[in-house]
């Protein structure tokens, strides 16, 4: 059974900096963080794998950096973001498959576990 809980979310201005993490507990392949801000669809943000293998959203890339450190009990996937904007405000979640996912996009329906979210906020 995997379950995943996400911490780290906050409110903080614009240009800002923010570490989420994900407590990843039974095995998994693939994971990623998935933003949904009110009234808009779920969306990728940043993906991983246990091989290493990273995919960004256009959005972020430059500005966020996922990790997944495995050396920890449980594992943890981090999502580092730096130079927040106000556009970035949304809850955040974890997500993650046991399968090596292609990363050719980041699709919620990829993903079968995933966590409780966490909020984030940017102010301008």
């Known amino acids: 059974q995997v379950q995943l809980v996400e911490s780290g979310g906050g409110s903080v201005q614009a240009g800002g900096s923010l570490r989420l993490s994900c407590a990843v507990s039974?095995?998994?392949?693939?994971m990623g963080w998935f933003r949904q801000a009110p009234g808009k669809e779920r969306e990728g943000v940043a993906g991983?794998?246990?091989?290493?293998?990273?995919?960004?959203a256009g959005s972020v890339k430059g500005r966020f950096t996922i990790s997944y450190d495995y050396r920890n009990n449980p594992p943890y996937v981090f999502l580092q973001m730096n130079n927040l904007k106000p556009d970035d405000t949304a809850w955040y979640y974890c997500?993650?498959?046991?399968?090596?996912?292609?990363?050719?996009?980041?699709?919620?329906?990829?993903?079968?576990?995933w966590g409780q979210g966490t909020q984030v906020t940017v102010s301008s």
């Open positions: 997500a993650a498959v046991q399968r090596y996912l292609p990363w050719s996009q980041l699709v919620p329906t990829d993903f079968k576990y």
């Open positions: 039974g095995y998994t392949a693939s």
């Open positions: 991983i794998d246990r091989n290493g293998r990273t995919l960004y």
